[in-house]
């Protein structure tokens, strides 16, 4: 992952002056409202420098921030090592500059060590975690864990695991962009729903460009910086006014000039993105239901991989721009991604009427995501990106980065690593998983099942 910061950068590391605040009471700070971004987090030197951003912890509030063992579970690291930072944000301490402690948020170098005290980060799992400073140390709503692993191994050959998160679905989103070095182009999409993002993902993923989110009628701070720092020649836009506002368009102008690729309804707004990314016709087209999520989650990556359009049906019908555009479009082949109660025997009756469909499924969501990644990748992909599949906030960018990394999307629940997920990792031989999201998407006990290779309970 880039180590490029997207949040404005104005934290200040103080070290040595916790006497000077042993009297302070400081007020707590709402867990949402707060993440740990650290970059890189793989292939680390014995002794290394990674970036770590705070963001969203309110003035007035510190915290420390260690290089520590694996938490076991939902509970704290207890060892870490001992030249930690400490981290603090209110203003006007002796001996610092007038008003330096003030941002909510920011970014500073933090120095690593594939060893300290008798602890060998490639034996064990270690990372970068954050937590309430001395005046509260039992409040844990600034307890955040990001893993880190070294280039001399990770532990007992097991996968490396990062996380991206951010304190909300646009900043998640924000913070995956950092990944792409440079683009020409970036597409942006209402982050409130699913349709218009998940069609958009292959075609970002053959742009080599990275997916954004919006509100209807706003821009998130967080977008805007992280388009801002990619600089693209072109902004894409993904749905019509009533997704993404005109207001928002202007504002998005201001950056990069933009286009629209939009329809009348989900089934439209596929067709035009299509359009617009295969004028000369695909070879193989994807189709998955545009009613849930899931199945598209995991068939983006799919279909950018193969460089393929991503289109989308109806249960029990084809919408007629889905039909039009797949006369057009003139494939070879349809691969159906579902089983019968998400794309039922009536739509593949019917789309055999325009190709030869072949239908990719499992028994559950994720099964399916594990069949889509062991039917169109091999052994030898050693990327893949992993996201919570019983809701889409934190993984409508999840096409693109895993189009970047040349590998699939992957589902768990926040507290579960099925077996078919992992069963898919080991089969395709992944070293290394991103995962999309904070610990409230996706468990610290899950990131722990991915390192390990076993299944959480």
């Not at 060892?79 to 330096?100: I, K, R």
Request: contains cysteine; glycine residues 12%; aromatic residues 4%.
């Amino acid at each position: 992952m880039s180590s490029r910061s997207l949040l404005p950068t104005r934290l200040l590391l103080v070290l040595g002056v916790l006497a000077l605040l042993s009297g302070l009471v400081l007020p707590a700070v709402a867990q949402e409202e707060f993440s740990l971004t650290v970059a890189p987090t793989v292939g680390l030197a014995e002794t290394d420098t990674v970036s770590v951003t705070l963001a969203g912890t309110p003035s007035g509030e510190g915290l420390y921030v260690r290089q520590c063992i694996a938490p076991v579970g939902e509970e704290r690291p207890t060892v870490c090592d001992g030249t930690g930072s400490w981290a603090t944000l209110p203003a006007g301490l002796p001996g610092t500059p007038d008003g330096s402690l003030q941002p909510s948020q920011g970014t500073f170098d933090f120095p690593v060590a594939q060893a300290f005290g008798d602890v060998d980060c490639t034996v064990v799992q270690c990372g970068i975690f954050t937590r309430r400073d001395h005046n509260d140390p039992g409040d844990t709503s600034l307890d955040r864990w990001v893993p880190i692993t070294f280039a001399a191994g990770v532990p007992g050959g097991a996968r490396a695991v990062e996380r991206v998160q951010g304190s909300d679905r646009f900043t998640t989103a924000a913070v995956a962009s950092g990944s792409f070095e440079a683009s020409s182009v970036a597409f942006v999409a209402n982050g409130t729903g699913f349709a218009d993002a998940l069609a958009g993902g292959p075609a970002a993923v053959i742009n080599g460009a990275p997916l954004l989110l919006v509100e209807a009628d706003t821009v998130p701070p967080a977008t805007s910086d992280a388009l801002t720092a990619l600089a693209p020649e072109q902004i894409v836009l993904l749905g019509g006014e009533g997704a993404i506002s005109a207001a928002v368009e202007q504002e998005l102008a201001a950056i990069a000039p933009t286009s629209r690729r939009s329809g009348v309804d989900r089934w439209a707004t596929a067709a035009a993105v299509s359009a617009a990314a295969w004028p000369d016709g695909a070879t193989d087209v994807l189709v998955a239901s545009g009613i849930d999520h899931p199945d598209a989650l995991s068939g983006g990556a799919g279909a950018g991989m193969l460089g393929s359009p991503l289109l989308l049906v109806a249960t029990d019908t084809v919408p007629e721009a889905t039909r039009a555009e797949l006369e057009r479009l003139s494939p070879s082949r349809i691969t159906i991604l579902g089983g019968q109660s998400s794309v039922s025997a009536a739509v593949q009756q019917e789309l055999n009427g325009i190709a030869p469909t072949t239908r990719i499924a499992g028994t559950s969501r994720f099964d399916t995501a594990a069949t889509v990644a062991t039917t169109l990748w091999s052994s030898g992909t050693r990327r893949a990106v992993v996201v919570n599949g019983e809701g889409f906030a934190d993984a409508l960018s999840a096409a693109p980065l895993a189009g970047l990394y040349g590998g699939p999307v992957l589902l768990v629940t926040r507290d579960t690593a099925p077996q078919e997920t992992l069963d898919a990792l080991d089969q395709l031989g992944v070293t290394t998983v991103t995962v999309l999201g904070g610990p409230g998407v996706v468990s610290n006990a899950v990131l722990e099942a991915l390192v390990g290779g076993g299944a959480s309970q």
